[in-house]
């Protein structure tokens, strides 16, 4: 999402940059996968969530300490469809409401 200001001159994007890094991929890799697992919870064979959060956990320790602090957070709050959101490029923080 960009917001312009011709007034002022500036832009603001408020999307997530592009270009990920490999672990960023992967972790978002990772995320669709836990999401498509929870839904499928129920079926037989039951999906590996342990083996899912174990590699989200070795995926985000395996961020760099300069990564994004809203991705940091998510992850470590285990806010797993806010970091899915943030790495889509779209706002986390954005309400379901239609107004």
Known sequence: ?????P???????LRYPKRMT??????????????T????????PKPDLVGIFAR?????AALPKDAP????????????QK???YLQGQDPEAGTCAH
């Open 22 to 35: 490999d672990t960023e991929q992967a972790l978002l890799d990772t995320l669709l996968e836990l999401e």
């Open 7 to 13: 007034d002022l001159g500036f832009a603001l994007n």
């Open 83 to 85: 970091a899915r959101l």
């Open 56 to 60: 989200l956990d070795d995926l985000t």
């Open 69 to 80: 602090r809203d991705l940091l957070h998510y992850l470590h709050k285990k806010s797993f």
């Open 37 to 44: 697992a929870v839904a499928n919870v129920n079926a037989e």
């Open 1 to 5: 999402m960009v917001f312009t200001n």
